[in-house]
């Protein structure tokens, strides 16, 4: 059994996230603006902390990082994200610094697919889908950059993983791989697989330092 502390919980994979971890008997602790967006999911095993990445600093974040063994962010707020880089802001300021203190390692952020991976390659169809249907998105974008660049040019004695997720409907389709960028393959998967190659590639090893694209085995 293993403790997962999640950012995003009440989003559209976090809430599948959850679900997963807790049916396969695993602790998780869930921080979230709006608590009573939980409220169905009875488990003993699930903590429910109310608090915002805005706030600053966000109350109990030591206490909820201490003891657990990996950190998973699937946070998203396009509006916000507009306008300022809150995940950036709340990744480097606050989170990282508490993993440091409190001696937990493993950390999944999870991105948009048509997210830049830092210094690596972006395939011309990606590019071109950033920059087309990708715009309302600019701003999310932008700040899951600005987090990968982070993690990489400070953050290497932490176990980060970016999944860079597509993400486009309800239901199961089948099994996610990690998708090495010079592979160029990309799936649009369902929130519930997306959930479920979280969950998976958290406890991988081989992930770690990587900021990969998903894809349906087939």
């Known amino acids: ?17 959850i679900n997963l971890a807790l049916e396969e008997g695993h602790r998780v602790k869930a921080i979230v603006r709006t608590p009573s ?4 999911i009875r488990n003993p095993n699930l903590q429910v902390i109310q608090g915002s990445i805005t706030d600053d600093p966000l109350p109990h974040l030591d206490e909820c990082v201490r003891g657990s063994d990996y950190v998973v962010s699937m946070l998203g707020d396009a509006g916000m994200q507009m306008r300022s880089k809150i ?6 300021k606050q989170l ?5 203190k409190n001696g937990v390692k493993r950390f999944l952020y999870q991105a948009g697919g048509l997210s830049k991976p830092y210094k690596e390659y972006f395939s011309p169809y990606l590019w071109m889908l950033r920059h087309t249907v990708g715009n309302a998105y600019a701003g999310q974008h932008a700040d ?4 990968m660049k982070y993690l990489a040019e400070d953050a290497m004695d932490i176990e980060w993983i970016v999944h860079r997720a ?18 160029s393959k ?14 998976k590639t958290v406890q991988d090893k081989a992930a770690v330092h990587t900021s990969c694209h998903s894809c349906y085995i087939e």
């Not at 899951?144 to 987090?147: G, H, Y």
């Not at 990309?186 to 969950?199: G, I, K, M, Q």
């Open 144 to 147: 899951n950059e600005a987090v």
């Open 186 to 199: 990309y799936s649009v998967a369902t929130f519930r697989d997306c959930a479920a190659y979280n969950l």
């Open 96 to 100: 990282v610094p508490s993993m440091r």
């Open 87 to 92: 995940n950036t802001a709340f990744v480097k």
């Open 166 to 183: 597509g993400i486009g409907s309800e239901g199961s389709q089948g099994t996610l791989r990690r998708s090495p960028n010079s592979e």
């Open 1 to 17: 059994m293993s403790t997962f502390l999640v950012f995003g919980a009440t989003g559209g994979t976090g809430r599948h996230f």
């Open 37 to 40: 967006k939980l409220a169905s």
